[in-house]
């Protein structure tokens, strides 16, 4: 199958920024599309930003919509989550996940079958 390990959170004030990273390894088709998760205290885990094989069509959160940016390398092994503006309601685990290709829409969290351990971020006002 595949592994994914997420790194690059971390603790920033409100209005700076975060880079995370997540890092594939395995099959390929288990890594077709990408995406960021997260979940704060007492809520529902919720989609933030999803990028297929191409890279040509990312979709976002309406919350973060203008803020951040996912990308993938040249290799597509790596994902990024360039956060900007940030905000206290960012704060949250942030999860990588990945999935083959499958129809369902890249919000859709039963795209996915491969998860990573999360990282923690939190955005101090």
């Known amino acids: 199958q595949a592994q994914l390990v997420e790194s690059g959170g971390g603790a920033v004030q409100a209005g700076g920024s975060l880079r995370l990273s997540c890092v594939g390894s395995?099959?390929?088709?288990?890594?077709?599309?990408m995406a960021w998760f997260r979940q704060a205290p007492g809520k529902e885990r919720e989609f933030v930003a999803g990028i297929d094989w191409s890279g040509d069509s990312p979709e976002y959160a309406d919350s973060v919509k203008g803020r951040f940016t996912v990308s993938r390398d040249i290799t597509k092994t790596t994902m990024y989550l360039q956060m900007n503006s940030l905000k206290p309601e960012d704060t949250a685990v942030y999860y990588c996940a990945s999935g083959p290709n499958s129809g369902d829409a890249l919000d859709r969290s039963s795209k996915y079958n491969i998860w990573g351990q999360g990282t923690q971020v939190t955005v101090s006002s």
């Open positions: 395995g099959r390929a088709r288990f890594i077709y599309v």
